[in-house]
C-alpha cells in the first residue's frame, strides 16, 4: 500500500522546529489553515500558495470556539484518511493536524478580538464568531509562524478582518486571499454543501445566480442598490431559501458600507455578499461588483 508523503504533526512544538528548520535553509513557508472536510477549493489554495512559497503548511482544526451552541460544530464533517489523500495529491510538506488540548490548554483565558469589520454580515447571526475565528488563526500563525497564509475569497468578511488582524498585531506572515472556487453548477464549493439534498441544491443554485442577476441589475442602471437587493432578496425567499439573513454590498477593502459620499472615483469596486438557509445549512456567497455614481 502506497503511503503518504506528507509529514504529520500535532503538537505546537514540533511544528515550530520543522518550521525554524525550513527558515534556517533559507525556505519560504507558506500556512492554509482549514477545518478539513478538503475539497478543491482548498486544494486550490494549495496550489496558489505554492507559487509564493517553497513549503506548504495545511492546517486541519476543527475549532469548537467560533460555532454557536446550536451550530454544527458536532456534526462538522471530519475526514482525515481521506484529507491526507487529497494533502498528498497536491504535494502539500506538511499537516498540522492538532487536537482541542494543544490549541485551548486547560486554563486558557484569552480572546483575540478584531472590532468594527466584525460587526453586520456574518456576525449578526453568529454572535461570537469572528472572535473564534481571530483566536484560532492568531494561535496558529504564531505556533507556525509562517510568511505567507492564505485565506479564500468564499469567506470575504473573514479574509478582511484576518488580514487587519496581522497588520493590527504585527504579526509576520503576508495575509493572501485566494480565489472563490465553485462547483460544475455554479455553487461556491463548501464543505457544508454535502448537508444539502438534491431539492435543497437545486435551491442553493439561486444563490449565485441572484447576486450575478443583482450585478447586472445594478451595473446596466437598470435598478438601484436597494432596489436590487430588495428583489434579490425576495427571489430567494421565493426560490425556497429558509431565510436570507443578509443581502448586501460592501466596499472591497474595509467592509464599510456605500455611501455616496465615499464617491471620490466613480466606479467603486464594491463586493455584493449573502448568506442565506436553505434546508437546515446556512451557505455564503459574494462576488465584484461596480457601483457607479
Ligand atoms: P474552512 O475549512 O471552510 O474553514 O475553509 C478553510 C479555508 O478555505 C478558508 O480560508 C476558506 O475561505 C477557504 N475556502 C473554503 N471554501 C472555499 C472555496 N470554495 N473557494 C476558495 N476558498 C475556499
Not at 172 to 198: E, F
Request: hydrophobic share 40%.
Amino acid at each position: 500500500m502506497a503511503t503518504s508523503s506528507v509529514k504529520i504533526i500535532r503538537n505546537k512544538k514540533d511544528l515550530r522546529a520543522q518550521v525554524r528548520e525550513w527558515h534556517m535553509a533559507d525556505l519560504k513557508v507558506g500556512m492554509v489553515p482549514t477545518m478539513g472536510a478538503l475539497h478543491h477549493g482548498h486544494l486550490s489554495l494549495i496550489r496558489e500558495i505554492q507559487k509564493h512559497v517553497d513549503k506548504v503548511v495545511v492546517s486541519i482544526f476543527v475549532n469548537p470556539k467560533q460555532f454557536g451552541p446550536n451550530e454544527d460544530f458536532d456534526k462538522y464533517p471530519r475526514s482525515e484518511t481521506a484529507d491526507i489523500k487529497k494533502l498528498d495529491e497536491v504535494d502539500t510538506d506538511l499537516l498540522y493536524a492538532p487536537d482541542v488540548g494543544e490549541i485551548y490548554p486547560e486554563g486558557f483565558l484569552t480572546n483575540v478580538s478584531v472590532a468594527k469589520i466584525t460587526e453586520g454580515l456574518c456576525a449578526a447571526k453568529r454572535p461570537g464568531h469572528f472572535d473564534g475565528v481571530t483566536t484560532v488563526v492568531t494561535k496558529l500563525l504564531l505556533q507556525c509562524l509562517p510568511d505567507v497564509a492564505l485565506f479564500g475569497e468564499k469567506d470575504f468578511q473573514q479574509y478582511t478582518v484576518l488580514k487587519q488582524l496581522a497588520n493590527d498585531l504585527d504579526i509576520p506572515t503576508d495575509v493572501m486571499c485566494g480565489k472563490l472556487i465553485r462547483d460544475d453548477d455554479g455553487l461556491a464549493t463548501s464543505s457544508r454543501n454535502v448537508y444539502l439534498s438534491p431539492e435543497e441544491r437545486k435551491t442553493a443554485l439561486e444563490i449565485p445566480k441572484t447576486l450575478k442577476q443583482a450585478i447586472e441589475d445594478i451595473e446596466s442602471g437598470a435598478l438601484s442598490m436597494e432596489e436590487a437587493l430588495a428583489k434579490g432578496t425576495q427571489h430567494l425567499l421565493d426560490s425556497g431559501c429558509k431565510e436570507v439573513q443578509y443581502l448586501e454590498i460592501r466596499q472591497s477593502d474595509n467592509l464599510d458600507p456605500i455611501t455616496t459620499t465615499i464617491a471620490e472615483t466613480s466606479p467603486i469596486l464594491a463586493r455584493i455578499l449573502v448568506a442565506a438557509v436553505v434546508g437546515k445549512t446556512r451557505l455564503i456567497d459574494n462576488m465584484p461588483i461596480k457601483i457607479f455614481f
